[in-house]
């Protein structure tokens, strides 16, 4: 990974237990030097859009440590559309959208990332992912997990 000037040095000269928080989820003091990464992803067993981005985001974390950099997970899972057909839970579905966005926004301001992978499939999660790239203004890599797996056949 390119040499740059790690975002989170200025914020922990200010906060020693910013390191503490980081060691205590298992990462080392060589870690806490490298490039911080965000990999964000809408991983949720509960439909299939989004069933399969765990793995997806798991393969980033390892393109992360080949670069020299050190990445961190989270997920803000989304609703599936055609789960939402034909109820009030259809009110919910442009709602979800703010809110991955909103999510995506808290994860990357607590903590001084030096960049983020998003990773989404389903028509909400996917403009939520760019929408709060874009808020965020930190370079971003997108990777869209593709069409859903077929059901049996």
């Given at each position: 990974?390119?040499?740059l000037?790690?975002k989170?040095?200025p914020?922990?000269?200010?906060?020693?237990?910013?390191?503490?928080?980081?060691?205590?989820?298992?990462?080392?003091?060589?870690d806490i030097?490298?490039?911080?990464?965000?990999i964000?992803?809408?991983?949720?067993?509960s439909?299939p859009?989004?069933?399969?981005?765990?793995?997806i985001?798991?393969?980033?974390?390892y393109g992360?440590?080949?670069?020299?950099g050190k990445p961190?997970?989270f997920?803000?899972?989304?609703?599936?559309?055609?789960c939402?057909?034909?109820?009030d839970?259809?009110n919910?579905?442009?709602a979800?959208?703010?809110?991955?966005?909103?999510?995506?926004?808290?994860?990357?301001?607590?903590n001084p990332?030096?960049?983020?992978i998003?990773t989404?499939?389903?028509?909400?999660?996917?403009?939520?992912?760019l929408?709060?790239a874009a808020?965020?203004?930190?370079?971003?890599?997108?990777?869209?997990?593709?069409s859903m797996?077929?059901?049996?056949n």
């Amino acid at each position: 990974m390119a040499q740059l000037k790690q975002k989170s040095a200025p914020q922990r000269a200010l906060w020693a237990q910013f390191d503490a928080l980081q060691l205590g989820t298992g990462w080392v003091e060589e870690d806490i030097t490298k490039p911080q990464i965000l990999i964000e992803d809408v991983y949720g067993d509960s439909h299939p859009g989004s069933y399969h981005l765990n793995q997806i985001s798991e393969q980033a974390k390892y393109g992360v440590f080949e670069c020299g950099g050190k990445p961190a997970q989270f997920h803000a899972t989304d609703i599936c559309d055609g789960c939402a057909q034909g109820h009030d839970g259809m009110n919910m579905i442009l709602a979800s959208r703010e809110a991955i966005c909103d999510m995506v926004e808290c994860h990357v301001s607590v903590n001084p990332w030096d960049g983020m992978i998003l990773t989404a499939s389903c028509d909400k999660s996917i403009p939520a992912h760019l929408k709060a790239a874009a808020r965020m203004d930190i370079p971003t890599i997108f990777i869209p997990g593709g069409s859903m797996r077929p059901g049996p056949n």
